[in-house]
């Protein structure tokens, strides 16, 4: 089954890694590769010299683009690649969440693997306001890869959930993809501020989650008792040596709080474990 794989990259270190950790992770899959650069057209037309019009300075951005994805082009053909892999280069000049979002459409997309670097504090900082953006405002399934993650065949996939969304198909079919692609155990983690019975609402979305993953999906439900979301999460991708992390991002207040929340001492999940986001 062919995969098409959306990639954004504004040429620096972080967006390498997160095309090193692409290739990778569907080395065994065919898979169309659309690497894409916006350029930031509408600062330059704000700051642009009077004399310059419009059309010449969309000239000079453009063959500088150009001349940046041939040069980033020639040094993914030096890696090992996988003869199934083909890729493609774009080049887009509108603002940036339009161009991902024509691109999702026009090209199918499966998934948008994004690199992002790790700091402090909500979107701006913590995981990159273009990466913010596409997880809140585009309907795909989105890779992100913060800096230091390193690429490791996925084997333990945390899956925090406060159980009170229904999960629809489309979503469970993406992680058990993800997981069979991996043969990963997918370990289903409830936080609460204590322990308390689960609402009929929670019983049933549990029920129906472990019904629906069976035998075939090796996995297990965990509970975790912390009024800190961020540390608990913490505490258990150490514990368990999680390689990765899925969320559905319609639970906006408790995923806001796990992907969206200031960098706190011991919290270091947001540089170093990429996290798989999921939209109805």
């Known amino acids: 089954m062919m995969k098409n794989i959306l990639i954004p990259t504004d040429f620096s270190e972080n967006s390498w890694?997160?095309?090193?950790?692409?290739?990778?992770?569907?080395?065994k899959m065919r898979c169309n590769f659309y690497v894409l650069h916006v350029s930031p057209y509408n600062e330059m037309i704000g700051?642009?010299?009077?004399?310059?019009?419009?059309?010449?300075?969309?000239?000079?951005i453009t063959h500088t683009d150009h001349e940046h994805m041939q040069l980033l082009l020639k040094k993914i053909q030096k890696?090992?690649?996988?003869?199934?892999?083909r890729f493609f280069t774009l080049n887009e000049y509108v603002f940036f969440i339009d161009a991902i979002r024509k691109q999702v459409e026009d090209k199918e997309i499966d998934f948008i693997v994004m690199g992002t670097k790790g700091a402090s504090g909500l979107k701006e900082k913590t995981i990159g306001s273009n990466t913010g953006d596409v997880i809140t405002k585009v309907k795909c399934p989105v890779l992100v890869i913060p800096e230091k993650a390193k690429y490791t065949k996925p084997k333990e996939i945390a899956f925090p959930t406060d159980y009170n969304l229904l999960?629809?198909?489309?979503?469970?079919?993406?992680?058990?993809?993800?997981?069979?692609?991996?043969?990963?155990a997918l370990r289903i983690l409830h936080i609460a501020k204590k322990e308390q019975e689960l609402?009929?609402?929670?019983?049933?979305?549990?029920?129906?989650?472990?019904?629906?993953?069976?035998?075939?999906?090796?996995?297990?439900?965990?509970?975790l008792s912390n009024p800190n979301i961020e540390e608990a999460v913490q505490c258990f991708?150490?514990?368990?040596?999680?390689?990765?992390?899925?969320?559905?991002?319609?639970?906006?207040n408790f995923f806001q709080r796990i992907l969206f929340h200031p960098i706190v001492e011991k919290i270091s999940y947001h540089t170093d474990v990429p996290f798989l986001v999921l939209h109805e």
């Open 17 to 27: 890694n997160a095309i090193l950790y692409a290739l990778s992770f569907f080395k």
């Open 47 to 60: 700051r642009a010299p009077f004399h310059e019009t419009k059309d010449t300075i969309l000239e000079n």
């Open 79 to 85: 890696l090992p690649l996988n003869p199934k892999h």
């Open 167 to 184: 999960y629809k198909s489309r979503i469970l079919n993406t992680i058990t993809s993800v997981l069979s692609i991996n043969s990963a």
């Open 199 to 223: 609402t009929d609402l929670q019983k049933k979305n549990k029920s129906f989650l472990d019904d629906y993953l069976e035998d075939d999906i090796e996995h297990s439900f965990h509970f």
């Open 237 to 252: 991708v150490e514990s368990r040596n999680i390689d990765m992390i899925t969320m559905i991002a319609k639970n906006l």
